[in-house]
């Protein structure tokens, strides 16, 4: 969805964007050859990935590549300072250049260490999660980040293996739910959504596009646009509560319930609902067809005292 994130980003040649999720910075690319005085700042968690593009970007004096969390965009943006963007660009999820390389340990069809870091120099690996992690914990995120019906019963056998030694290999991971839907023929569905949600619960990614989308609007220029491509139900879901929130009246309240404050919205909706990618995009490309992309714009801010 390339080229409707372009469209609705409306890049202006002396604006300032930003590219939260680098990647191989295909569409940072995109973004740069439009600029002129403008300038582009692209980021990602995974330092390969910011290495990529950055050579990617290497011919491009208006952009430059940082690794970090998009998270820590306020962070970022005033060490760069810049202190207002014209937009900004999510494109959450995996990349195929990290569930490619069977080392990272994103693959289930590919025996690797059971890693799944977006950024192996932070947090616990996926077999150092699993190891801290109490059933009833593994089941939830199952169920919330996979859709995974089978929850519990997957849930007990993986901690089953993680305590008798056996839970270290992608492999590991991917026999225990097919061991445990031993009836089921051929490869079961739950492999690929039980590698979802624990990815999903290992690099805490719906607690950062949280954060991401609040430091993205505070950062947003009147009439500034941001842009959101998500892969998964939860990501969506979480895109379209901001947008709904931010795009209404909001209300913040006294302990005993009164109304302190009132603030106009600061987000209008050019598009209502989620833009999809056509029936073309998702025939060549198969990843692509859950992608939903959605769209705020910031309004000018209008406080409303009580
Ligand atoms: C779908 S890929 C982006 C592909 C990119 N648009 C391109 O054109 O190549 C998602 C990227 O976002 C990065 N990412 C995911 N969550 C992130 C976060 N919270 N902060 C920074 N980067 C993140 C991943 O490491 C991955 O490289």
Redesign the pocket.
């Known amino acids: 969805m390339a080229q409707e994130a372009l469209h609705w980003l409306a890049i202006r040649p002396d604006g300032t964007y930003v590219d939260?999720?680098?990647?191989?910075?295909?569409?940072s690319a995109l973004i740069a050859a439009l600029l002129d005085t403008g300038r582009l700042v692209s980021?990602?968690?995974?330092a390969t990935?910011v290495a990529m593009a950055g050579e990617r970007l290497k011919n491009f004096p208006q952009a430059c590549v940082v690794h970090a969390?998009?998270?820590d965009l306020n962070q970022v943006l005033r060490d760069e300072d810049i202190h207002g963007v014209d937009g900004v660009l999510i494109?959450?999820?995996?990349?195929s250049m990290?569930i490619d390389r069977a080392e990272r340990g994103f693959s289930f069809q590919e025996d690797g260490p059971l890693d799944m870091r977006?950024d192996p120099g932070s947090g616990p690996s996926a077999a150092e999660w699993l190891a801290s992690v109490s059933e009833e914990a593994l089941a939830a995120a199952l169920r919330d980040l996979g859709d995974v019906g089978p929850a519990r019963r997957i849930a007990k056998v993986i901690l089953e293996r993680q305590r008798a030694g056996r839970m270290n290999r992608t492999g590991d991971l991917a026999a225990a739910v097919r061991d445990t839907l031993d009836f089921v023929r051929g490869e079961p569905g739950e492999v690929r959504t039980v590698f979802q949600a624990v990815r999903i619960a290992v690099n805490r990614?719906l607690e950062?596009l949280r954060r991401?989308l609040e430091a993205a609007v505070d950062v947003l220029n009147p009439g500034g646009r941001l842009v959101v491509i998500s892969f998964h139900s939860g990501e969506d879901r979480v895109v379209k509560d901001a947008f709904r929130a931010w795009s209404r009246l909001e209300k913040e309240l006294t302990r005993d319930g009164r109304v302190r404050s009132v603030r106009g919205p600061r987000l209008r909706l050019p598009v209502s609902g989620p833009v999809t990618p056509s029936e073309d995009e998702a025939r060549l490309n198969p990843r692509a067809k859950s992608a939903k992309m959605r769209v705020a714009e910031r309004r000018a801010a209008a406080a409303i005292e009580e």
């Not at 939260?20 to 569409?27: D, K, N, R």
């Not at 980021?43 to 995974?46: G, H, M, P, V």
């Open positions: 939260a999720t680098a990647g191989a910075g295909g569409h980021l990602d968690r995974d990935a969390n998009y998270s494109d959450a999820g995996v990349s990290q977006m990614e950062c991401g």
